[in-house]
């Protein structure tokens, strides 16, 4: 399984989380692989897997999540021919294709229950049944398996075998998201510029302008490094200048003035159900912890008119026309916070 993504990382909440699995990799014994959405679960898998005796063996890869429940059991276990409509001939299921390697389920928290008691069975006892067939057969596979689930509190309520649980978690190894992980988002913001920059064929990597670099360190990333580097990639390939510092960033490809329009009856009922928390102009900041009403508001100020800037190449009219400003009223502005005059495209 090739990847263009590397363990990328110096936070010792990464670094400690690699080095479980590491230490895990030799072992036979399952382990369970937690984490949010784009922190790298399948990277750790591949780790597991070729860092164990079983590197020269097959990693089979099944995302739980990606079939119908009524496909789920002959995608794993397999099926004899004729053993349900549509079954023509008999097919290996993934456990047999990953014998003597390592089987990878990712989503594993969407499993049916029927289909976590024949895995249950195939995990204790290393047998696994094709579904029309009577005849066990015999495998040697490694589990490695993936959540973003919180599987005890499923167990607890019982949507999730208690027993298969107790199986799965000889080691469990809890990614951390990328929010927590002290000076990565930096590291890795460099290591995917400077890669679109070669894709791109640049002369040299200019770097991101100090706002932006502000920007993505203050940015919440709910999705993690994938999100990361598609917000870094996606504003290198739009900057037209390799010479200059990427001056403007895009969290949200969807964010445009010309988005669809939505009645105003539907935006009502949305925001009800969501609440007033829901809403993007919500602030992140915990408000009893803001002691200099002024030093807020200014520090915002600056961010809007960062960000604006940067949106519109340093093109100071069109900057004031975005913000409903006069052009004397944003160079107010930007001699008030001190913000580089660079790029004056007037």
Partial sequence: MDRENQFIGQSSAFLDAVER???????????????????GKELIAERLHRLSTRWDEPLVIMN??????????????????????????ARAGRFEEADKGTLF?????????AAQERLLRAVEYGEVTRIGSSRPIRVDVRIVAATNDDLPALAERGQFRADLLDRLSFEVIT???????????????????????AELHWEGWPGFADHVARQLEEHSWPGNVRELRNVVERAVYRWDSWRDPIGHVQFDPFDSPWKPYEP?????????????????????????????LRAEVEAHERRIVEHALGRHRWNQRQTARALGLTYDQLRHCIRKHGLAERNDAD
């Fill in 21 to 39: 699995a590491s230490r895990a990799a030799p072992m036979r014994r399952p382990v369970l692989v937690i984490g949010e959405r784009g922190t």
């Fill in 64 to 89: 739980c999540a990606a079939l119908p429940e009524t496909l789920i059991e002959a995608e794993l276990f397999g099926h004899e021919a004729g053993a349900f409509t549509g079954a023509t001939r």
């Fill in 105 to 113: 389920l990712d989503e594993l928290g969407t499993l049916s229950m």
């Fill in 175 to 197: 990614l951390p998201p990328l929010r927590v992980r002290e000076g990565d988002v930096e590291v890795l913001a460099e290591h995917f510029g400077r890669r679109m920059a």
């Fill in 264 to 292: 105003a009856t539907r935006r009502a009922e949305r925001g009800a159900g969501q609440g007033t928390s829901g809403s993007p102009a919500a602030p992140t900041q915990d408000l009893d912890a803001i002691d200099d």
